[in-house]
């Protein structure tokens, strides 16, 4: 079946350092949403990127979608503490009806010290 | 964005007893739920899909008789925990999507704990 890596799996840096985290998937993707959840908390939706080598922003957050429609990534700049927690990404699957599932990525817990 | 309220957020039981979780979505119809278990520190896993009205769909490895899945209208969707076993311990946590079928919209999570 249809498989998501993310790299890395966690992440430490300094405030103000930047951050990447890369998402590739084993077969090609529709679209390709991120979501963010804080520690005890829920996925909350980030952003989604549907068209080949799409990039968008959101302030210090750059989304990118890969030409193959196959990786993604998610650089943020400037790391701030309230930027921790776990960055998942997750591909829509064809599910062969009105709804596609989403396959989520494995995660990469970021974690920032002031 | 939408609200999907998942009911309850926290839950101990002892092992052969079933426990249900309720997902309802709050503002919007959801005419496909997706439930999916998440062990700590690790991702989402895809449990099953359930459309209103219809039987859900499964993901390979996911026992449909352990885990029974009822999405009986547009705003409803449960699961429940048949005799649950200490290894059914996890977080368990849905998402509804409405007819736009753009971003999923989460409940809040289900920690279940079988003693």
């Known amino acids: 079946g249809q498989q998501v890596m993310q790299i890395p799996q966690y992440q430490h840096v300094q405030e103000g350092e930047d951050f990447t985290t890369y998402c590739n998937s084993s077969?090609?993707?529709?679209?390709i949403q991120w979501y963010k959840q804080r520690p005890g908390g829920h996925p909350v939706f980030l952003i989604q990127?549907?068209?080949?080598?799409e990039v968008k922003k959101q302030k210090r957050l750059t989304f990118q979608f890969g030409e193959a429609k196959k990786n993604s990534s998610l650089h943020i700049t400037a790391t701030q503490t309230t930027d921790v927690g776990t960055y998942f990404c997750?591909?829509?699957?064809?599910?062969?009806?009105?709804?596609?599932?989403?396959?989520f990525g494995t995660g990469t817990l970021l974690a920032v010290q002031p | 964005g939408a609200v999907v309220s998942q009911h309850p957020s926290r839950v101990i039981c002892k092992s052969g007893t079933s426990v249900k979780i309720e997902c309802r979505s709050l503002d919007f119809q959801a005419t496909t739920m997706f439930w999916y278990r998440q062990f700590p520190k690790k991702s989402l896993m895809l449990m099953a899909t359930s459309n209103e009205g219809s039987k859900a769909t499964y993901e390979q490895g996911v026992e449909k008789d352990k885990f029974l899945i009822n999405h009986a209208s547009l705003t409803l969707s449960t699961l429940t925990v048949t005799s649950a076993h200490p290894e059914d311990s996890s977080f368990y946590i849905c998402?509804?999507?409405?007819?736009?079928?753009?971003?999923?919209?989460f409940g809040q999570g289900t920690r279940l704990t079988v003693v």
């Open positions: 997750a591909g829509r699957q064809n599910y062969g009806g009105a709804t596609n599932k989403l396959i």
């Open positions: 998402s509804a999507a409405g007819y736009r079928d753009t971003e999923a919209f």
């Open positions: 990127l549907v068209k080949s080598g």
């Open positions: 077969t090609t993707l529709s679209n």
